[in-house]
Nanobody, 123 residues
Framework: QVQLVESGGGLVQTGGSLRLSCAAS????????MGWFRQAPGKEREFVAA????????YYADSVKGRFTISRDNAKMTVYLQINNLKPEDTAVYYC????????????????WGQGTQVTVSS
């Protein structure tokens, strides 16, 4: 079992930045691919970014490339999502996900999910 707890969301102005964190507990963190998803009001949850257990390979949704950066600190059992140049359309609940298999993370079929953290961007 892996427990995930997100933090770092909040209300920010357009153009601002946030760093989301997802702290994990449970089994060996470094074996898990980690991902971030988001769900805006009235929309389906969508993939944002993923990172391999080693941290050497990352994947991003086209809509966030260049503004979002995923990273991890295996010693701290934490994955991060740095969000720059925030836009109103980034407003959503952001979820952290973990799984052994990258394809399951990227397609939203992860075995483990956090409870989410709200990001609201004002125009």
């Amino acid at each position: 079992q892996v427990q995930l707890v997100e933090s770092g969301g909040g209300l920010v102005q357009t153009g601002g930045s946030l760093r989301l964190s997802c702290a994990a507990s449970g089994r060996t963190f470094s074996r898990y691919t980690m991902g971030w998803f988001r769900q805006a009001p009235g929309k389906e949850r969508e993939f944002v970014a993923a990172i391999t257990g080693s941290g050497l390979t990352t994947y991003y949704a086209d809509s966030v490339k260049g503004r979002f950066t995923i990273s991890r600190d295996n010693a701290k059992m934490t994955v991060y999502l740095q969000i720059n140049n925030l836009k109103p359309e980034d407003t959503a609940v952001y979820y952290c996900a973990a799984d052994d298999v990258m394809s399951r993370v990227r397609t939203g079929r992860s075995n483990y999910w956090g409870q989410g953290t709200q990001v609201t961007v004002s125009s």
